[in-house]
Nanobody, 124 residues
Framework: QVQLVESGGGLVQAGGSLRLSCAAS????????LGWFRQAPGKEREFVAG????????LYADSVKGRFTISRDNAKKTLYLQMNSLKPEDTAVYYC?????????????????WGSGTQVTVSS
């Protein structure tokens, strides 16, 4: 069982940066693949970035590649998402999720545990 709590969201101007954190409980944090998803009003939840628990392989959505960086600190049981060069279209509720899959999963159905989300708003 894993419980996830996101933090770090807020209001930022276009071109700015934010760092999201996702604190996890549970003894086997390092055995879960982790991901960030986002959901804007009226849209489906979409994959943003993921990191595997074997080797720390990462994968990014094309829309954030080169601007966002996902990382994990297993000792602190924390997942991060560094977001730079933010755009108004990045505005959404951001969720972290944990998967028992060994590789990065890009579909929400592949994740077993979810946080409650943190709002990111980018003004133009």
């Amino acid at each position: 069982q894993v419980q996830l709590v996101e933090s770090g969201g807020g209001l930022v101007q276009a071109g700015g940066s934010l760092r999201l954190s996702c604190a996890a409980s549970g003894r086997t944090f390092n055995r879960y693949g982790l991901g960030w998803f986002r959901q804007a009003p009226g849209k489906e939840r979409e994959f943003v970035a993921g990191i595997s628990w074997i080797g720390g392989s990462t994968l990014y959505a094309d829309s954030v590649k080169g601007r966002f960086t996902i990382s994990r600190d297993n000792a602190k049981k924390t997942l991060y998402l560094q977001m730079n060069s933010l755009k108004p279209e990045d505005t959404a509720v951001y969720y972290c999720a944990a998967s028992t899959s060994a590789s990065v999963v890009v579909t929400p159905q592949g994740y077993d545990y979810w946080g409650s989300g943190t709002q990111v708003t980018v003004s133009s």
